[in-house]
């Protein structure tokens, strides 16, 4: 059974499309996240939710925009895609826990398989 | 800011060990490492949060040093299998739930 799925694996579009990348967790966890992984393997955080809130939104164009229906997904819908935008899209997802604070903290992150994304 | 890992690469034989380190300019909770094969995902290794507390893998060990902001994953015996790009994740002190990975640790393990 595959923990955090992805749908599609690969993705060739042209620029100016749309395209939306799909994720689904079936390990009950209540943070998702989505990270973009450019060509000198740099991983950065994009997105991510908990208990479908979004809690982090990093500086990201206004063209991407996640949607999370329920806290087992998180999809991805990009506008308007540009060249730069060819890069590997991993979700991931983690049970974060509540310290003592009231401060949530991640714990392990799984990940996805991850959609290869290229625009020409 | 993203953490700074060291070395950029490492080429080993069978049975050797190496280490890789972590440095943040900030004030860390935990610091998380993962490896990623070549056209695979990144994959859970270990999890160092401040206060001594660990979890992860029976034979990779690190360490984290809070005061100095840095940790090291130490690798010993390597195998075949160890090959691949490993990350740190750094999580600060007031980045709630936000990782920023360094930019990778390519380790090759040849026969």
């Known amino acids: 059974d595959t923990a955090v799925s992805q749908t599609p694996k690969y993705l060739v579009t042209q620029m100016g499309n749309d395209k939306s990348i799909k994720c689904e967790q079936n390990l009950g966890h209540d943070t998702m996240y989505w990270y973009k992984q450019d060509s000198k393997k740099f991983l950065k955080i994009m997105f991510s939710y908990n208990n479908k809130e979004l809690i982090i939104n990093e500086t990201v164009p206004n063209r991407f925009s996640p949607k999370s229906p329920d806290k087992a997904h998180l999809n991805l819908h990009i506008n308007s895609l540009e060249l730069g935008d060819s890069a590997v899209y991993f979700c991931a997802s983690s049970q974060d826990e509540l310290t003592s604070g009231r401060a949530l903290r991640t714990d392990t992150q799984y990940f996805g398989p991850g959609t290869r994304l290229t625009v020409l | 800011q993203q953490p700074v890992q060291s070395p950029q690469a490492v080429i080993l034989r069978e049975g050797e060990d190496a280490v890789i380190n972590c440095s943040s300019s900030?004030?860390?909770?935990?610091v998380h490492w993962y490896r990623q094969k070549h056209g695979e995902a990144p994959v859970f290794l270990m999890i160092?949060?401040?206060?001594?507390e660990q979890k992860g893998h029976e034979k990779i060990s690190a360490s984290f040093n809070e005061k100095k902001q840095q940790s090291s994953l130490y690798l010993t015996a390597s195998q075949l299998s160890y090959s691949g790009t490993y990350f740190c994740?750094?999580?600060?002190?007031?980045?709630?739930?936000?990782?920023?990975f360094g930019q990778g640790t390519i380790l090759t393990v040849h026969p």
């Open positions: 994740g750094t999580e600060a002190g007031t980045s709630y739930g936000k990782l920023t």
């Open positions: 160092l949060l401040k206060g001594g």
């Open positions: 900030k004030a860390l909770y935990s």
